[in-house]
């Protein structure tokens, strides 16, 4: 039979201009594409089998296409075989089979059937690199995870599909990373960074996602039988950045959950997104391992945003004072030092720290608040000096946030010797650590400043998870108790009375000053004094005052 050119070239172009708007190898038009061409060759099947590497360039993934539909039966013995590799590595293999009972293919014929695999192979390609073009705009473009745009697209599919109801939505950051950054190395840290997401991938579906935000930032959506294993996850896990020196790093994160409710389908993926923030930046401020979103949680939301846009006007225009909090030897009664606390006067009321400190110590803004008080600290005791007072030695408060600042010894002293304040008048309380990381760096800021004959005093003391890690390998001057260690009534926890008792002796026996905080009723004063802890502080005795009323309080220094 003679080859017809005209008809052979007809189905080619129909062929072609028919791929070039398929978006999808598997796509049905294909076969309608080709049911001519293998109809005039005589080709019973088309058969594709593509073998794409893995990420991690082991083993490889196949999926088998089969293109054209049976016309017929066809012959297995026969068939053509033809390989072609993409890029690097990824692999297709085209098989052609002929109709049952028909001669062999001429020379002619197979010519063509070269040619057919060549336009399926075009067109795969076409696809292929189409599909990479996509996934680059939904991956990130510092590590190999999803971006955001893969997670508004995920979510907004669900919703079309009346599926959200089925999911968690989650935004998560990493604990203190950018110190982990700084002692690990930068390579190390991104190694756990991306160890940790991917090993909490590798455990949802295809209908799931671990999406980047930015930073170390995250947004996840899992199904909601998932919940319990990813809120335990994020709890803390041992990676390893070095498995050669079986080196590893406990990382966790702080975490922001929104249930969706099955009533959520007509919402937006921004308002899912909006609401797992809303409970993420809660979670930060009450420095809680996790907080699920509910409509309660925009009141305080609210107060919180009052807060941040407030802040600088009011450091601007010094509506935050100063507050003295006496400290009392417990032998004679009399004042010996106090503790500088903030207020905030606003709109003619006085608030309490609790209600603008949590906020700001989610960024660097608690570090502008803490200079400001130990520079009005400053200037109060420059003029206590010049006015002939008797001095106490007064303590100021350093937020954790300042343990990322290289420069902090140089700041403090810069203020400090500006008002040119004898050194002995002054001791910086530090809260305890939670990470080895932060713990060499308070280690050095604890040294530096006693160095220049700064005392410091560890606040919070029994708080921690390190305190006695604390003590030994630092030597700090004071250690202050915490008032949750202080029996509240008669026959209150008797174990936290043992540890108090130890406490005490421990302090004593380190050659460590010991102020008892949270002091509020005589019974603890009774009982301090029986275990020899001499210094307290608390409403008991005074409440922290003004600057004018403390500085009445100051006449009574060394009076009975």
Not at 503 to 516: D, H, P, R, T, V
Request: aromatic content about 12%; hydrophobic content about 40%; charged content about 30%.
């Amino acid at each position: 039979m003679a080859f017809d050119y005209k008809v052979y070239m007809e189905s080619v172009e129909r062929f072609m201009m028919l791929t070039e708007q398929i978006e999808r190898v598997e796509a049905p038009e294909v076969n309608d594409a080709l049911a001519d061409i293998c109809r005039f060759l005589r080709i019973g099947r088309v058969e594709a089998s593509f073998y794409d590497m893995l990420s991690d360039g082991i083993g490889e993934e196949e999926r088998i296409v089969q293109y054209s539909l049976r016309q017929g039966e066809y012959d297995e013995a026969n068939v053509i075989t033809i390989k072609e590799v993409f890029g690097e590595g990824d692999t297709v293999y085209y098989r052609f089979y002929p109709k049952a009972g028909e001669s062999a293919w001429s020379g002619i014929e197979l010519d063509k059937i070269a040619v057919v695999e060549k336009m399926l192979f075009r067109f795969n390609q076409r696809v292929k690199f189409m599909h990479l073009a996509e996934e680059m705009k939904l991956r990130d473009h510092q590590m190999p995870v999803w971006n955001i745009t893969y997670f508004m697209r995920l979510a907004e599919r669900q919703m079309k599909e009346r599926q959200i109801g089925r999911y968690v939505a989650c935004s998560f950051n990493m604990r203190r990373f950018s110190t982990v950054n700084r002692v690990l190395g930068r390579d190390n840290g991104t190694k756990v960074m991306l160890a940790f997401v991917k090993n909490l991938e590798d455990e949802f579906s295809q209908e799931e996602c671990v999406c980047r935000v930015g930073g170390d930032s995250f947004l996840a959506l899992f199904c909601k039988e998932k919940l319990d294993f990813v809120m335990e996850y994020l709890q803390g896990m041992d990676i390893f950045y070095d498995e050669a020196e079986n080196k590893k790093i406990c990382v966790s994160a702080i975490a922001g959950y929104y249930v969706i409710p099955d009533n959520d389908a007509a919402r937006l993926p921004n308002d899912i997104m909006d609401k797992t923030a809303s409970a993420l930046k809660m979670a930060r401020t009450a420095k809680a391992p996790y907080v699920f979103y509910n409509e309660a949680l925009m009141e305080r939301i609210d107060r919180i945003k009052q807060v941040e846009a407030n802040f600088q006007k009011a450091l601007d225009e010094q509506e935050f004072l100063v507050y003295y909090q006496p400290k009392v030897d417990l032998k004679e009664y009399r004042l010996v030092g106090a503790e500088a606390l903030c207020r905030w006067m606003k709109d003619g009321k006085v608030l309490s720290p609790d209600n603008f400190i949590p906020v700001l110590e989610q960024d660097n803004a608690i570090c502008e608040l803490d200079f400001y008080v130990l520079e009005h600290v400053c200037k109060d005791m420059r003029r206590w000096i010049e006015e002939g007072r008797e001095m106490v030695r007064v303590s100021v408060n350093l937020s954790r946030r300042h343990l990322e600042d290289s420069d902090l010894l140089d700041h403090i002293f810069s203020i400090i010797d500006a008002y040119r304040i004898p050194h002995q008048y002054l001791e910086i309380e530090l809260t305890e650590t939670t990470t080895d990381v932060e713990f060499k760096d308070l280690k050095r800021i604890v040294g530096g400043l006693q160095t220049r004959g700064i005392r410091t005093s560890v606040d919070d003391f029994g708080v921690g998870y390190s305190s006695l890690n604390l003590i030994e390998e630092m030597s700090w001057n004071v250690l202050k108790v915490d008032k949750s260690f202080l029996p509240q009534k008669e026959g209150g926890d008797a174990r936290k009375f043992v540890m108090f008792q130890h406490i005490i002796a421990l302090a004593q026996n380190l050659g460590l000053e010991c102020i008892a905080e949270g002091v509020e009723n005589l019974e603890q004063v009774r009982i301090l004094k029986e275990n020899n802890c001499f210094l307290a502080q608390g409403f008991y005795f005074d409440r922290p005052l003004p600057v004018e009323e403390f500085e009445k309080r100051m006449q009574m220094v060394g009076k009975a």
